[in-house]
């Protein structure tokens, strides 16, 4: 079983970077996809991006792409979601998940572990 357990969110102007982390513990971490997912309020979860297990491909969606970058360090078990230029849509709680799954996988019932979540918020 893995733990997985988010850090780095916080409240920040239009423009401005965050670096999320997820550090997980337990089970064999490369066994695993990483995605990153958000829940804005009131709206349901979506996803975000994904990295495969050894980092080599790595997906976001398109209203993240040339803003938001996925990586994992697989020697200390993190993985990273670096956040450029952040908009008020951006905000939402970030969830790292972990599912032993096929690559195109996106959908949150094909992730079994989760983290707790960070919230970002993006305002003025």
């Known amino acids: 079983q893995v733990q997985l357990e988010e850090s780095g969110g916080g409240s920040v102007q239009p423009g401005a970077s965050l670096r999320l982390s997820c550090a997980a513990s337990?089970?064999?971490?490369?066994?695993?996809?990483i995605a990153w997912f958000r829940q804005a309020p009131g709206k349901e979860r979506t996803f975000v991006g994904r990295?495969?297990?050894?980092?080599?491909?790595?997906y976001l969606v398109d209203s993240v792409k040339g803003r938001f970058t996925v990586s994992r360090d697989n020697a200390r078990n993190m993985v990273y979601l670096q956040m450029n230029n952040l908009k008020p849509e951006d905000t939402a709680i970030y969830y790292c998940?972990?599912?032993?799954?096929?690559?195109?996988?996106?959908?949150?019932?094909?992730?079994?572990?989760w983290g707790q979540g960070t919230q970002v918020t993006v305002s003025l």
């Open positions: 990295i495969a297990r050894r980092g080599g491909n790595t």
């Open positions: 998940a972990a599912g032993n799954t096929i690559w195109g996988s996106s959908e949150p019932t094909q992730f079994i572990y």
């Open positions: 337990g089970g064999t971490f490369t066994n695993y996809i």
